[in-house]
């Protein structure tokens, strides 16, 4: 982390999981369980059907909550799809794009990325896109070759004014859900390479103020260590966001 340039991000993905009444419990919990947040911010990344709940019971607590996934056009004939505009207009502030599991079963692609990037922007929203190489591809040592392009395609036509309000997450697929973590090193190179990349496109100014996250198998146990590297800023949390106590303690360690 580097919280002089940057807002460091916590945020929990939860995935297909809890129902309305199950999202106020456990945002309760949390609530008994999260210090006075002081360097972080924090975002749960809720079902859709959910975001109401979620934003009634996170007033007066200072989480923001996003959505896993939405279109990137603006209304239409797409049966069973959200738009950033309804997104927005419920108070969600973020939205997840990219996630390795919509590029591996929903067919998202780095240009249908692009896209929800730029519309998500448009409607205020700010993106949280996630990068990363599969196993395969660590082992063929082209991780940063993947990290790149996925980058530059992401970003393709986002202008520097409006680059500051991404997020990027880097979240090697190997390592989401497997319990399998990238190091530290593994985590702060990557994450380094993403902030090269994003220097090349806008300049170091630029650079230097986007977050940068790592994603993949984070816990209570290897958060402290994954954040301490300076390009590491924040995490996106799968598994250990579902349980109170593991995602409090990961934002405790964060707001150090
Ligand atoms: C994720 O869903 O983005 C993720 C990183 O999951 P997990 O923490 O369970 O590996």
Redesign the pocket.
């Known amino acids: 982390m580097n919280q002089r340039y940057r807002k460091t991000i916590i945020a929990g993905?939860w995935?297909m999981n809890k129902t309305p009444s199950e999202t106020r419990a456990l945002i309760d919990e949390l609530k008994t369980l999260i210090n006075r947040v002081k360097w972080c911010d924090i975002v749960l990344c809720v079902p859709f059907v959910n975001i109401p709940a979620a934003i009634k019971a996170t007033k007066g607590f200072r989480v923001a909550i996003a959505a896993q996934n939405m279109h990137y056009e603006k209304s239409g004939a797409y049966t069973g799809e959200i738009s950033a505009a309804m997104l927005a207009e419920l108070g969600v502030k973020y939205v997840?794009i990219g996630?390795?599991?919509r590029r591996q079963y929903f067919g998202e692609t780095d240009t249908t990325v692009n896209l929800k990037v730029r519309a998500a922007l448009e409607a205020g929203l700010r993106p949280i896109v996630?990068v990363g190489e599969s196993l395969t591809q660590r082992e063929q040592g082209v991780t940063l070759e993947q990290i790149r392009m996925q980058v530059k395609i992401a970003l393709g036509g986002v202008e520097g004014t409006s680059v500051k309000r991404v997020v990027i997450?880097y979240?090697p697929i190997w390592?989401?859900?497997?319990?399998k973590?990238a190091t530290a090193d593994q985590a702060e190179e990557v994450c380094g390479w993403i902030r090269d990349c994003i220097r090349e496109i806008y300049g170091a100014r630029v650079a230097r103020a986007v977050t940068i996250q790592y994603?993949?198998?984070?816990?209570a146990g290897n958060a402290h260590e994954l954040l301490s590297k300076l390009d590491v800023d924040g995490?996106?949390?799968?598994?250990?966001?579902l349980k109170a106590a593991e995602f409090a303690a990961i934002v405790n360690a964060a707001n150090q």
């Not at 390592?175 to 319990?179: E, N």
């Not at 994603?215 to 816990?219: I, K, L, T, V």
């Not at 995490?235 to 966001?241: C, F, T, V």
């Open positions: 993905n995935k997840i996630h390795s599991e996630c997450a979240e390592a989401i859900g497997t319990g973590t994603g993949g198998s984070m816990n995490g996106l949390i799968g598994g250990a966001s």
